[in-house]
């Protein structure tokens, strides 16, 4: 089922099996998706890091993740263009901003609790209804009932990992993530970032040292090697035009870049793909 609006808005929502799995596959410009898996033994690989996926799992996904199908049983399917939501001038924790799609480098997979799942189905039948509809609220309802799945599974997410609803240290971080997300290919250096948030480096790097392992370093570090990988991995792009792709000065700085995060060279970890 698909609703598409006058201005190219879209959201559909599909049942996907080993039939129809390649849907997985394609993704257009500026799309975000949850995938809400219905049966034991699905796997992926999400830039090339294979997971397996088991009943009830939910994952969340931008446009910017490539997809490999190893093995689909059945998963339901709900994606949509940011013109049909997203609050992007409003950080808001339920928006494309907020935590479920803050960035590339992070596959948050949400395990509901027994509790949340029969919220979950009425809201997901609910949705079904109005995808029936044709009339000049359509669009409006269906908007209303996505927010309404993604208040739920943020909520989730939150309490699987113990978030807190008022901590303005992870509205930082998401800040953070979100720039990192839209200037990982000019912009390499932890400053760059904390002057764009009106911080200092040392005050980023004691937050994210509060709030997990990864450094904002390494974070950026993490996101310019996905991409590395990726354009390595499906494109046939030279390296020397991937290296000024993603904003270094030449072939050699790029190329120790790459081998210090990966462990190889950019020209052998391609041929290994091979």
């Known amino acids: 089922m698909k609703f598409l609006g006058q201005n190219d808005e879209y959201i559909e929502l599909l049942t996907i099996t080993k039939e129809n799995c390649q849907v997985l596959k394609t993704s257009r410009k500026s799309e975000l998706t949850l995938l809400w898996f219905q049966s034991d033994g699905n796997r992926l690989k999400i830039d090339t890091v294979e997971y397996t996926f088991n009943t009830n799992d939910i994952v969340s996904l931008t446009e910017f993740h490539q997809i490999e199908v190893v093995e689909i049983k059945e998963v339901q399917l709900l994606r949509w263009a940011r013109s049909f939501y997203c609050i992007i001038d409003n950080d808001v924790e339920v928006s494309c901003k907020g935590i479920l799609f803050f960035g590339s480098s992070n596959v948050p997979v949400i395990h509901p609790q027994e509790s949340d799942l029969q919220i979950l189905k009425t809201v997901f039948d609910m949705f079904r209804l109005e995808m029936q509809s044709a009339d000049n609220l359509q669009m409006e309802m269906l908007q209303m009932m996505l927010k309404r799945i993604l208040i739920l599974v943020t909520r989730m997410y939150k309490a699987q990992m113990q978030l807190k609803a008022t901590d303005q240290n992870n509205d930082i971080i998401r800040e953070y993530n979100f720039l990192v997300e839209k200037h990982f290919r000019e912009k390499h250096t ?7 948030l009106f911080k200092s480096p040392k005050t980023l790097s004691n937050l994210f040292k509060k709030l997990g392992d ?9 996101r310019i090697m996905i991409e590395a990988k990726r ?8 390296i020397s035009d991937i290296t000024y792709d993603l904003g270094f000065s030449d072939i050699h700085v790029f190329s120790r870049f790459f081998k210090k995060n990966e462990g190889v060279s950019p020209q052998n970890f391609r041929e290994g793909k091979n």
């Open 214 to 222: 990864t450094s904002p370093l390494q974070f950026i570090h993490n």
């Open 190 to 196: 932890v400053k760059e970032y904390a002057d764009l």
């Open 231 to 238: 354009l390595l991995t499906y494109s046939d792009r030279s």
